[in-house]
């Protein structure tokens, strides 16, 4: 699987913009943490 490169960078350092689009406060993203995990 690959990952969305623009996507995945712009959520890790801006986490506030994921919460801004799903219409949330962005203080919620003071506890998010952002990552991509490979199962096999």
Do not use: C, N, R, W
């Not at 990952?3 to 913009?17: E, M, N, R, S």
């Amino acid at each position: 699987m690959k990952t969305d490169t623009i996507f995945y960078t712009l959520f890790q350092t801006l986490p506030g913009v994921l919460f801004e689009l799903l219409e949330q406060s962005q203080s919620l993203a003071l506890h998010y943490e952002f990552t991509s995990v490979e199962i096999k």
